[in-house]
């Protein structure tokens, strides 16, 4: 069978990587993928956004399946399309996918199904929202504890979570006026904070059954201990401990369930990887967002741990018959992932730095070093992007798949290579000390 992955990511190194172990999987192709992706599986010339070339491809090359990594081919339509030609591929339709595409449609689905999220207001036009915040908080000294975020994707850095009105003020202006989301601005969304702990938890869903996954937590802050700006995810670990089996229990039934039964309902069934980004808050997980795919870098130490072949589940999804399959199996070692970024990342950064040292880490035992920024430039491996390289290991506790994951981390260089140096210990200092 041949397998066509889209997308360029660590995540899509893990998907590749992943899907190649079944021994019913002759070939595997990444388009456009990187450095990583070339050496797992073989590389296609096409970039993730050309929906037109890839169904080309695809048909001319009598693929099998294909797996959608990135959301904006899928917001786009990439499913919608593959499908008219009668081609197989797994994930949500464009319809469907809207669940991330649109932050207020998000949001009313989850008022209307009644699924725990944080209180939200919509605004189609700035006037309209800063009247919200000048009506509510009059004074300029309150606090404001809210989020502005824009409607439509915005690669992550669409929201804003404020401290005080001048905040709230100009995330306003700069989504809705200056649009610099473009027209990812034409709707705002502004919800209450919410404070507390976050977790990721994915899910496999062929519209009707739900195989939620284990729980996994991702580091989006650049900085150790969870400062500095908002990055694509600095590192991650699974399973999180803080998600305890009565919180998963109630995030399939009160979450996930109800979710995919309203997706139902509005006639735009959910097929593929349904992601909930919750906040485990005082009152219980709340949704704080749902993404229709998996998580980069959650996706790298969920596969890392996964030992039934990914293959099988995503043919379920795709041929609706996820009930048919027995339950995935995981290593019960947890496993951590650990991020190495480019000087300057998450703002601008240069490419095209050697990478040396990746042999040594790859003979460490229970470590995979998958590329997510990488490119191959006269037969070397440089750096391509601001995360360069998702290193994940595994052991037998989380500090011990930590130790190793930054033991492979040690081996590698190049200039201006760095990392968060905390990844995980959130989960190795759970639970919390009681305060007496
Ligand atoms: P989103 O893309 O909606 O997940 O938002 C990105 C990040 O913003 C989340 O991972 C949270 O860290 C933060 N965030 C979003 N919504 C809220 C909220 N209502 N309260 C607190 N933090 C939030
Ligand atoms: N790890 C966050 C995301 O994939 O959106």
Redesign the pocket.
Known sequence: MKILVIGSGGREHALAWKLRQASRVDRVFVAPGNAGTAQDAENVDIAADQIPLLVRFAKDNRIDLTVVGPEAPLVAGIVDAFEEEGLRIFGPTRQAAELEGS?AFCKNLLRSANVP??E?HVFRDARAAERFILDRYPSDEESV???I?ADGLAA?K??H?CQSRRDALEAIDRIARQKIFGSAGDQLVI?????GQ?ASILALTDGRTIVPLPACQ?H?PAYDGDRGP?TGGMGAYCPAPLVTPEMMQFVTERILVPTVHAMKRLRRPFRGVLYA?L?ITHQGP?V??F?VRFGDPECEPLLMRLKSPLVDLLEAVVDERLNELPPPEFDPRPAVCVVMASEGYPGSYERGFPIRGLDEAARLPDVKVFHAGTATVDGQVVTNGGRVLAVTALGNSIAAAKLQAYTAVRCIRWRGAWCRKDIADKAINWPPPEIP
Do not use: C, I, Q, S
Request: proline content about 4%; glycine content about 12%.
């Open positions: 932050k999220t944080a939200f504890p809210l989020v975020k992550g669409g929201v979570v919800e209450e904070r919410l404070d976050e991702d989006k908002n980004g906040m709340k704080l967002e993404n």
